[in-house]
Antibody, heavy 120, light 111 residues
Framework: EVQLVESGGGLVQPGGSLRLSCAAS????????ITWVRQAPGKGLEWVSG????????YYADSVKGRFVINRDDSKNTVHLQMNSLRAEDTALYYC?????????????WGQGTLVTVSS | QLVLTQSPSASASLGASIKLTCTLS???????IAWHQQQPEKGPRYLMK???????TKGDGIPDRFSGSSSGAERYLTISSLQSEDEADYYC?????????FGGGTKLTVL
């Protein structure tokens, strides 16, 4: 069974940093892309960042480009999202999601999310 | 620009059927999409991948009441025999090289 478990959320001041982690199990981790999706309070889903599988590359939404960095550790089946220069508008529930059969495909599994609050 | 458009809300009666629509932007009518369900206060749940020819592959444990179809740039999610637990937000999602995209979501109310 595929499992994705997020951690690392919390309260941070504007301009601060936070590092989220997504621990995966139940599938051949290195073969699949993993992405981060966020949901601001009362709003819809927004794709944030993704890292393709098998020694692939990182991709970012324009809203976080230059501030967030995604990386993966295939030896630990984990993906991290380093969030810097945080703003109030980054406040959201952050989910990690596994991409399906190829690097560019649907999200076929979701974690339960970790809450990030940016406030002074 | 790759964009998905959904109606903000929909409603139908308990036991009835409903068809939700997701429209792909111009020039992207052959793209596949996925449908996801988000029940109140819960995380998203993968429903299915839907291709431009209407063929679809559902996620594990998704009931037969959920089905997908396509016509041109439109992608549909049909839910039959509506149950109270189907009251949720439904999001379509697609992808291209370098990005993934969500529609704005449809809030389904079961009357």
């Amino acid at each position: 069974e595929v499992q994705l478990v997020e951690s690392g959320g919390g309260l941070v001041q504007p301009g601060g940093s936070l590092r989220l982690s997504c621990a995966a199990s139940g599938f051949t981790f290195s073969s699949y892309a993993i992405t981060w999706v966020r949901q601001a309070p009362g709003k819809g889903l927004e794709w944030v960042s993704g890292f393709t599988g098998s020694g692939g590359s990182a991709y970012y939404a324009d809203s976080v480009k230059g501030r967030f960095v995604i990386n993966r550790d295939d030896s630990k089946n984990t993906v991290h999202l380093q969030m810097n220069s945080l703003r109030a508008e980054d406040t959201a529930l952050y989910y990690c999601a596994k991409v399906g059969s190829s690097s560019w495909s649907d999200f076929d599994s979701w974690g339960q999310g970790t809450l990030v609050t940016v406030s002074s | 620009q790759l964009v998905l458009t959904q109606s903000p809300s929909a409603s139908a009666s308990l036991g009835a059927s409903i068809k939700l629509t997701c429209t792909l932007s111009s020039g992207h009518s052959r793209y596949a999409i996925a449908w996801h369900q988000q029940q109140p206060e819960k995380g998203p749940r993968y429903l299915m991948k839907l291709n431009s020819d209407g063929s679809h592959t559902k996620g594990d444990g998704i009931p037969d009441r959920f089905s997908g179809s396509s016509s041109g740039a439109e992608r549909y999610l049909t839910i039959s025999s509506l149950q109270s637990e189907d009251e949720a937000d439904y999001y379509c999602q697609t992808w291209d090289i370098g990005l993934w995209v969500f529609g704005g979501g449809t809030k389904l109310t079961v009357l």
